[in-house]
């Protein structure tokens, strides 16, 4: 089942590709943004808080967010990384600028949390592989907190892209990977104890929900 939701997104990330591509090839040279994102928010002080503050308890939901996160950040960061000599949007390569500099300090907050905790960091961010059993139909991974990541194959397909075909592939599969984000953002904010990991996990959802509809505007998406 794993290999035919995967033949069916990757048809899908095409077709987007191909649709896509007129558009971007319209807004590539452009230096102006229509979002309501603008820049990317700075980390909040949330997301500058340092591992010392242990005073105030947390929980299993805690733990297993930031376990998440870190691997999805840093997913997030190899993509937005690629951008800088592949893209050919200035609006892209900006974009893939301002998610590279709000995830990079998350990841080593959240570090910082386990770490206080005495909990395992994770220490890479493999691409999910096509037989670990994760669905990432609808950027959903189940119990494996992490969903909407990516497979090493699209990974690879990614880094061999360029130009407006890399755009449209970059923009496809970020969306996908920050509504995996908000997803795991909101059930720490449902379930979660550690404030400074809450806090956190409104300001993913406030940033990566507002990413979400400037990348769908890019791609030619109308959200009504």
């Not at 242990?54 to 999805?72: E, K, L």
């Not at 592989?129 to 969903?147: I, L």
Request: charged fraction near 25%; charge should be negative; glycine fraction near 8%.
């Amino acid at each position: 089942m794993t290999s035919t939701r995967t033949v069916v997104r990757r048809a899908a990330l095409a077709a987007t590709a191909v649709t896509a591509a007129l558009v971007l090839s319209a807004c590539a040279g452009g230096d102006h943004s229509d979002t309501a994102s603008g820049a990317h928010p700075s980390p909040s002080p949330s997301a500058d808080a340092t591992a010392g503050a242990t005073a105030g308890a947390h929980n299993a939901q805690d733990v297993s967010f930031a376990q998440g996160m870190i691997p999805h950040h840093r997913q997030a960061v190899e993509m937005a990384a690629l951008a800088a000599d592949r893209a050919s949007s200035a609006r892209v390569k900006d974009l893939a600028t301002r998610v590279e500099k709000a995830q990079a300090p998350e990841i080593r907050t959240m570090s910082g949390w386990l770490k206080a905790w005495g909990e395992d960091v994770p220490s890479a961010a493999p691409a999910a592989d096509d037989t670990d059993g994760m669905d990432h139909s609808g950027g959903h991974g189940g119990d494996t907190g992490m969903a909407g990541m990516m497979d090493r194959k699209d990974m690879d397909r990614l880094a061999k892209s360029s130009g407006k075909a890399f755009d449209s592939m970059f923009l496809t599969m970020m969306v996908e990977h920050h509504e995996g984000a908000v997803e795991m953002a909101e059930a720490e904010k449902a379930k979660g104890k550690y404030a400074p990991a809450t806090a956190l996990a409104d300001d993913v959802i406030s940033a990566q929900t507002a990413e979400i509809e400037e990348m769908n505007k890019l791609l030619g998406k109308n959200e009504g």
